[in-house]
């Protein structure tokens, strides 16, 4: 499991950079985490979007998913010359509704909504998710495999759950 930080600013990037993007790779797949303003440029800059293989979102402030609207335009345009052909996963909270919607109506973007204890596989990482006390609805992550783990806050109050 390698992380790759593309943006680390909130909640509005310094010029020339971006606010939250990392990206954990594992056996060949990239899971971006956020996609906050700036983050894209940044990623593409060494990559192709055809390197995205799914997304996680811990809540959807602009300085968290902000790139996701532009990335609607690019994953069309990759769709259009063949460099993709299907969509991406993108595990995100459903709240609030207005910006959950603009990304589950993209057809190129495959919205899993997030709840509190939610665990799935991402490729070949075991993935859970806690609630986290946020003024939008926010998630922590934690990545494990092959004895390694990675966790992720994004924007949290003070809390005892991240202890967990």
């Not at 440029?41 to 996680?56: E, N, P, R």
């Not at 899993?112 to 946020?134: E, Q, T, W």
């Amino acid at each position: 499991m390698k992380l790759t930080c593309f943006g680390r600013y909130g909640p509005y990037p310094k010029g020339g950079s971006a606010t939250s993007c990392y990206m954990v790779s594992h056996d060949g797949k990239n899971v971006l985490i956020e996609l906050g303003c700036g983050g894209l440029s940044k990623f593409l800059a060494q990559y192709t979007v055809a390197d995205i293989d799914a997304i996680v979102l811990s809540h959807l402030h602009a300085d968290h998913m902000g790139d996701m609207l532009t990335l609607r335009y690019a994953l069309k345009v990759a769709q259009i010359n063949g460099s993709i052909t299907k969509g991406v996963p993108v595990y995100c909270p459903d709240k609030p509704k207005t910006e959950a919607g603009m990304l589950a109506a993209d057809p190129l973007m495959d919205t899993v909504p997030l709840c509190d204890g939610y665990r799935c596989k991402i490729f070949n990482m075991d993935v859970s998710f806690a609630h986290m006390p946020h003024p939008y609805e926010s998630f922590a992550m934690r990545f494990s495999a092959d004895d390694k783990t990675f966790v992720y806050s994004g924007d949290v109050m003070d809390n005892d759950r991240l202890a967990v």
